[in-house]
Nanobody, 121 residues
């Protein structure tokens, strides 16, 4: 079993910054892609940013140039640096990791519990 623990959410004014962290622990042999998703009230969950095990990244168009995803493979941790935040970035942010467990063949997706980011205008 894998646990993802997120931290770093909170309330910030428009134009401000926040840094989210997500640490994976448990039955981990290797982690493939890691990413951040978000879900605003009344909307579907959407991909914000993702990073491969080799460091390749992709971003939603709405956050390009403002958000940066990174990871520390030694710590099984992924980060999301969010700058120039806008009210429309308000959402619950979820961490995701594709994890292969010890003595297992296939990898499975794990999810964090979510952390709330609120951007005031």
């Amino acid at each position: 079993q894998v646990q993802l623990v997120e931290s770093g959410g909170g309330l910030v004014q428009a134009g401000g910054s926040l840094r989210l962290s997500c640490a994976a622990s448990g039955n981990i042999f290797s982690i493939n892609a890691m990413g951040w998703y978000r879900q605003a009230p009344g909307k579907q969950r959407e991909l914000v940013a993702a990073i491969s095990s080799g460091g390749s990244t992709n971003y939603a168009d709405s956050v390009k140039g403002r958000f940066t995803i990174s990871r520390d493979n030694a710590k099984n941790t992924v980060y999301l640096q969010m700058n120039n935040l806008k009210p429309e970035d308000t959402a619950v942010y979820y961490c995701n990791a594709n994890v292969r467990g010890i003595a297992t063949i296939s990898a499975l997706d794990a999810w964090g519990q979510g952390t709330l980011v609120t951007v005031s205008s």
